[in-house]
T-cell receptor
Framework: SQTIHQWPATLVQPVGSPLSLECTVE??????LYWYRQAAGRGLQLLFY??????ISSEVPQNLSASRPQDRQFILSSKKLLLSDSGFYLC????????????FGPGTRLTVT | AQSVTQPDIHITVSEGASLELRCNYS??????LFWYVQSPGQGLQLLLK??????LVQGIKGFEAEFKRSQSSFNLRKPSVHWSDAAEYFC???????????FGAGTRLTVKP
């Protein structure tokens, strides 16, 4: 069966510091990968998606970037965090072919102080 | 582009009572529709999905949803709510490609003892 991991689970970082959040998927090949942000009491905002290694599409221009160095690894980064980057970050995957449901990881709670 | 509206931000029901969460979508063709549940501090879990065929779909945890094309709705129902159902519920609609799922803002469910 497929599983998706995210780490760290929680993170407290000062303004201006760098960020690296990691997401890995097991049990599937060539997944589509997604990064979402969920602000407190808000819905999900799609940040980035990837259909393959090195292929990243950005939905919202912002202080963040994403990379996909391996087939089942998706990284969310920032060079300098802003207070507005605080939130709950969710990684998700879906099969490249077939149906379109997405499966979510446990999330990372980021607090920028 | 498709969109999703969840009219109810917060709903409170008594344990054992029936539940209906509303979802309206906007999409020009036959949509792919989903309901997800999110417990506090957790990722999203897929409850059920609709792609085609029978308009009443059964999901996990005793939930069901009915697709009504004439009303552009996909409401989630459960005949008897349990305290463990307290969570945030998200409706989502998928378009024709893997990279274009849109989520509603969510409905928070509180269950009274």
């Amino acid at each position: 069966s497929q599983t998706i991991h995210q780490w760290p689970a929680t993170l407290v970082q000062p303004v201006g510091s760098p960020l690296s959040l990691e997401c890995t998927v097991e049990g599937t090949s060539n997944p589509n990968l997604y990064w979402y942000r969920q602000a407190a009491g808000r819905g999900l905002q799609l940040l980035f998606y990837s259909v393959g290694i090195g292929q990243i599409s950005s939905e919202v221009p912002q202080n963040l970037s994403a990379s996909r160095p391996q087939d089942r690894q998706f990284i969310l980064s920032s060079k300098k965090l802003l207070l507005s980057d605080s939130g709950f970050y969710l990684c998700a995957w879906s099969t490249r072919r077939g149906r379109y449901e997405q499966y979510f990881g446990p999330g990372t709670r980021l607090t920028v102080t | 582009a498709q969109s999703v509206t969840q009219p109810d931000i917060h709903i409170t029901v008594s344990e054992g009572a029936s539940l209906e969460l509303r979802c309206n979508y906007s999409y020009g063709a036959t949509p792919y529709l989903f309901w997800y549940v999110q417990s506090p501090g957790q990722g999203l879990q897929l409850l059920l999905k609709y792609f085609s065929g029978d308009t009443l779909v059964q999901g996990i945890k005793g939930f069901e949803a009915e697709f009504k094309r004439s009303q552009s709705s996909f409401n989630l129902r459960k005949p008897s709510v349990h305290w463990s159902d307290a969570a945030e519920y998200f409706c989502a609609v998928g378009a024709g490609n893997n990279n274009d799922m849109r989520f509603g803002a969510g409905t928070r469910l509180t269950v009274k003892p």
